[in-house]
Nanobody, 114 residues
Framework: QVQLVESGGDLVQAGGSLKLSCVAS????????MEWCRQAPGKQRELVAT???????NYADSVKDRFTISRDNAKNMVYLQMNSLKPEDTAVYYC????????WGQGTQVTVSS
C-alpha cells in the first residue's frame, strides 16, 4: 500500500508557473514509477508526465517543454514544475504510484486564468 498526498495547486494567471509536490508513504518509494495525471471538468483523466525508477521521464505532447517531473527518493517526493501555464492546463492534478497496481492521491486543483 502507498499513500500519496499532493499539494501546490493554486489559481495562477496564464503564462505563470506552479510547482506541485506529492509525498508518498507506506512502501518503498524508489521501486515505483511515479506519474502525474490530470482531469478537467467533463473530460477523462489524462497522463501528463512519468518518471521511472531509473529517472527516465516522458511527457504528454501538450505539456512537453513546459512541464518537468522530478523525484527525490530520499524524501519520498515527486514534483511537477509547470511553466508557461495555459488556461487549458486547468484541472485537478493527481499523483500516482505504479508498479503491479496503481495508487492515487486525492488531487490538487490547478486553475489557470486567461
Amino acid at each position: 500500500q502507498v499513500q500519496l498526498v499532493e499539494s501546490g495547486g493554486d489559481l495562477v494567471q496564464a503564462g505563470g508557473s506552479l510547482k506541485l509536490s506529492c509525498v508518498a508513504s507506506g512502501d518503498i518509494f524508489s521501486i515505483y514509477t511515479m506519474e502525474w495525471c490530470r482531469q478537467a471538468p467533463g473530460k477523462q483523466r489524462e497522463l501528463v508526465a512519468t518518471i521511472t525508477t531509473s529517472g527516465s521521464t516522458n511527457y504528454a505532447d501538450s505539456v512537453k517543454d513546459r512541464f518537468t517531473i522530478s523525484r527525490d527518493n530520499a524524501k519520498n517526493m515527486v514534483y511537477l514544475q509547470m511553466n508557461s501555464l495555459k488556461p487549458e492546463d486547468t484541472a485537478v492534478y493527481y499523483c500516482s504510484a505504479r508498479r503491479t497496481i496503481r495508487f492515487w492521491g486525492q488531487g490538487t486543483q490547478v486553475t489557470v486564468s486567461s
